[in-house]
């Protein structure tokens, strides 16, 4: 099993629709957790922190559910800019200095 | 705000051939990682440190090498570079916090090809 599954996508949405992607780990014990954006050919940038009591920023919410190991981002009133593969990353705590494990991205495309 | 700053955004080199690869990052942080992402196969950590003269291997560090002589500057060494480590490949940095809430902020990338 991967320590960080996602689905590759793509998810191809009308604009204004809202979308949600699902992540899982593997580790029980894992601590932190992120969503980052790349868009094609760039690098990783950070969109959010996911905490334990879920987070929101503006359109974009972020839920931990750490029973069923999964992390969750919900994109309300998609825009043509959120297209991009978002990244499912997290801390295992294993090894030292902040080892982050990252997912392999799931693809969003947003239509006209 | 971060700046990660990688030494080439193109580098196209021969088999064989030994090849460098420089990130310097301006926030004082303590950690600095290496990966090299390919499609269908996401980021895959090569090489990481968390101090000046510290290393520690990640998933995929056969064929190359790091070192770190400078806190701000972490570099990765392709010994002899073979055609299967053509790749685009990226530098990060992030703080050595407490609960590991710290996320990392990455340079914009060498596409690197071996021919």
């Known amino acids: 099993r991967k320590e960080v599954e996602q689905d590759p996508g793509p998810f191809n949405v009308p604009e204004g629709a809202t979308v949600a992607f699902n992540c899982t780990y593997s580790?029980?014990?894992?601590?932190?957790f992120f969503w980052y954006r790349q868009d094609c050919r760039k690098e990783p940038k950070l969109l959010m922190s996911?905490?334990?009591s879920g987070n929101e920023d503006g359109r974009f919410t972020a839920q931990l559910n750490r029973a069923s190991q999964y992390i969750s981002l919900l994109i309300r009133d998609s825009k043509l800019s959120d297209s991009a593969t978002y990244l499912c990353?997290?801390?295992?705590?294993?090894?030292?200095?902040?080892?982050?494990?990252f997912g392999t991205g799931t693809q969003l495309k947003v239509e006209l | 705000d971060v700046k990660v700053t990688q030494s080439s955004r193109y580098l196209v080199k021969r088999t064989g051939e030994k090849v460098f690869l420089e990130c310097v990052q301006d926030?004082?942080?303590?950690?600095m990682f290496w990966y090299r992402q390919d499609p269908g196969l996401g980021l895959r950590l090569i090489y990481f440190s968390y101090d000046v003269k510290m290393k520690e291997k990640g998933d995929i560090p056969e064929g190359y090498s790091v070192s770190r002589e400078k806190k701000e500057r972490f570099s990765l060494i392709l010994e002899s570079a073979s055609t299967n480590q053509t790749s685009m490949y990226l530098c990060?940095?992030?703080?050595?916090?407490?609960?590991?809430?710290?996320?990392?902020?990455f340079g914009d990338g060498t596409r690197l090809s071996i021919l």
């Open positions: 996911v905490y334990s």
């Open positions: 926030m004082d942080h303590e950690n």
């Open positions: 990060a940095s992030s703080l050595l916090g407490q609960a590991s809430f710290q996320p990392q902020h």
């Open positions: 580790n029980s014990a894992s601590q932190s």
């Open positions: 990353v997290v801390n295992p705590l294993t090894g030292g200095g902040n080892k982050l494990t």
